[in-house]
């Protein structure tokens, strides 16, 4: 299992950034797919879930700011985020739960 995520970069607050995760064929379809970050210092954290069904889960930070999606047939998971702080400053990774791929790095200048 492939899983690419990109997207990432210096962004200003209350900016927006749309995060991608291209992920080896059938992967997306056929799992729940999450999306995690870790802040400097901090431990990894959950952000967002959407699963084979397509329902879609948040934490209470990214609640209301953030979307996850997925494109099935182009095997990506998709994490728009809105209305960004300094506190969203981290490495975002996709992930199954048993394979994870490199981060891409989110970076929010207050």
């Known amino acids: 299992v492939q899983l690419q995520a990109s997207g990432g970069g210096l962004v200003q607050a209350g900016g927006s950034l749309k995060l991608s995760c291209q992920a080896s064929?059938?992967?997306?379809?056929?799992?729940?797919m999450h999306w995690y970050r870790q802040a400097p210092g901090k431990q990894r954290e959950w952000v967002a879930t959407i699963v084979r069904g397509g329902d879609t889960y948040y934490a209470v930070s990214a609640r209301a700011r953030f979307t996850i999606s997925r494109d099935i047939a182009k095997n990506t998971v998709y994490l728009q985020m809105n209305s960004l702080t300094s506190e969203d400053t981290a490495v975002y990774y996709c992930?199954?739960?048993?394979?994870w791929g490199p981060g891409t790095l989110v970076t929010v200048s207050s």
């Open positions: 992930s199954t739960r048993n394979e």
């Open positions: 064929p059938t992967i997306v379809g056929n799992n729940a």
